[in-house]
Nanobody, 123 residues
Framework: QVQLVESGGGPVQAGGSLRPLCSAP?????MGWFRQAPGKAREGAAT???????TYADSVRGRFTISKNNPKNHLDLEMGNLKPEGTAVYYC????????????????????WGHGTQVTVSS
């Protein structure tokens, strides 16, 4: 069993920044950040392979950066220029594969999920 714990969410004004992180027992597989806004389906924001290759959703590319802190076993998501539509619960996930890390939150790709951290962006 892989336990993932998110932290670092919170309220922020539009245009501001946040840096949530995910604590994991290890980072030797696909890792990803997903989000779910009220009344909407869960969607991928950014994923990263075990080799450190990132993939970003079009909606966040250029504003978000996903990275791994291997010594601390943290997965970080640096979020800049936040927009009100970014209000959501942000979830960390760990995948079955080390290199196939799609943005789709399908359970056949993503084995473990955290409980999420709330991000609220006010205009």
């Amino acid at each position: 069993q892989v336990q993932l714990v998110e932290s670092g969410g919170g309220p922020v004004q539009a245009g501001g920044s946040l840096r949530p992180l995910c604590s994991a027992p290890r980072l030797t597989y696909c890792m990803g950040w997903f989000r779910q806004a009220p009344g909407k389906a869960r969607e991928g924001a950014a994923t990263i392979t075990s080799f450190g290759i990132p993939t970003y959703a079009d909606s966040v590319r250029g504003r978000f950066t996903i990275s791994k802190n291997n010594p601390k076993n943290h997965l970080d998501l640096e979020m800049g220029n936040l927009k009100p539509e970014g209000t959501a619960v942000y979830y960390c996930a760990a995948g079955y594969s080390s290199y196939d890390c799609p943005l789709t939150p399908q359970i056949n790709y993503w084995a473990y999920w955290g409980h999420g951290t709330q991000v609220t962006v006010s205009s």
